[in-house]
């Protein structure tokens, strides 16, 4: 658990024209882990916010001279720089319901009257402080976040750049299979080296698709038109999978303008999985969606293993396996949560439901 030592310091600036009403506050709301800054005027408050960027909280008289309290925040609250400081307003004058809605219309976010109260000025600024910190770290968290897209997004551009010039030979060896003389007289191998040369050509242009995705930021990145069924079924034609597989995809599937490399991969893992992780002799996998006001609910069942209760939150966390088999090859604990970090970008949220034995259907939501 965080300790006051391990938070960054709160920094709070006290404002009122008369130093020992400075002297007093500062008094009162002295602790471990907090700085005081002093200004004796509004224009002295305003330029000392600008020079402190890292100030948590103001606690601001609301009667001096030249600039009252109300002119300060009112300025302060136009000021990018400074329009998310928490500001206190403190004032001996009227208690009226007008007067002080005028407080919090300059931006004020609660209001102390003098003579203050101790008990109630520490238990105000300690819930302050605290939101301050939860701020503060939920700023860092954004950053992490950032930073990680960031770097899946450059892995994304050189696993990309990796995979085209291998994928490029097969494309080419396959095209001069086709027209081999001896190969068109047999007919099986004709068919699967047809299939080879068409798997390749729809593989290369993923890979393009995806470079042209990690070069761009999210701002560039341009949305398009997707037919979910046509996306889906052709991942599905992707997958070569044997005949005793049984592929239901729903023909309700929706077009969304999205980003369709996003989508895709989505799809493409849930799909992969559901397959990785079966070990019926009569696998079935299910692809459909329900709606609401503001996403669609895609999902993607299987007949599978299934997935112990317990594990239901863990396999969506980074590195994160479960005990299952795979069919294929091992897990290696990140598609999950690129899916996941994928879906919430979306404003959505991705969630499993299953028991061993008994299958898995994981849902997740893509706005409309």
């Known amino acids: 658990m965080e300790t006051n030592n391990q938070l960054p310091e709160f920094l709070i600036l006290l404002v009122d024209d008369r130093s020992e009403n400075l002297i007093s506050l500062e008094e009162i709301l002295a602790q471990p882990g907090r700085r005081f800054l002093k200004a004796n005027s509004g224009n002295e408050a305003l330029k000392t916010v600008l020079k402190n960027e890292q100030i948590g909280l103001i606690m601001l008289d609301v009667q001096m001279p030249d600039m009252d309290g109300f002119e300060v925040a009112r300025l302060l609250k136009s000021n990018t720089k400074s329009k998310d400081i928490a500001i206190i307003f403190v004032t001996a004058i009227s208690k009226d319901e007008q007067y002080v809605l005028k407080g919090f219309e300059e931006g004020a976010v609660d209001y102390l009257q003098k003579p203050l109260d101790i008990n109630v000025t520490r238990a105000k600024v300690n819930v302050f402080e605290r939101l301050y ?94 037919n979910t069924f046509t996306l889906v079924s052709e991942i599905v034609s992707l997958l070569f999978l044997p005949k005793y597989y049984k592929v ?54 299987d007949n599978g293993q299934g997935i112990s209760k317990k594990d239901h939150d863990r396999i969506f966390k980074l590195f994160e396996t479960t005990d299952n088999k795979s069919t294929k090859d091992s897990s290696t604990g990140v598609g999950l949560n690129l899916l996941k970090v994928l879906v919430e970008e979306q404003g959505g949220k991705i969630w499993v439901e299953s028991e061993p034995g008994q299958g898995s259907t994981f849902y997740f939501e893509w706005r409309k």
Do not use: W
Not at 167 to 176: E, G, K, Q, V, Y
Not at 177 to 184: A, S, T, V
Not at 189 to 215: D, F, P, Q, V
């Open 248 to 301: 239901i995809i729903a023909d309700n599937l929706p077009t969304i303008h999205t980003r369709k490399i996003k989508l895709q991969q989505v799809f493409q893992n849930l799909i992969s999985n559901s397959i990785k992780y079966n070990n019926k002799t009569n696998p079935i996998i299910e692809i459909g969606v329900t709606e609401t006001e503001m996403f669609y609910t895609f999902f993607v069942k």
């Open 133 to 226: 910190h939860t701020q503060t770290r939920l700023k860092k968290s954004l950053a992490e976040v950032e930073n990680v897209n960031k770097q899946l997004e450059r892995f994304m551009f050189i696993v990309s750049h990796d995979l085209k010039s291998p994928l490029a030979t097969i494309s080419m060896l396959a095209d001069l299979l086709k027209r081999d003389e001896i190969i068109k007289r047999e007919q099986e191998l004709a068919e699967n080296t047809a299939i080879i040369y068409s798997a390749s050509t729809k593989l290369t242009g993923m890979i393009e698709s995806i470079l042209e995705y990690s070069r761009q930021s999210m701002t560039q990145q341009t949305t398009e038109d997707v």
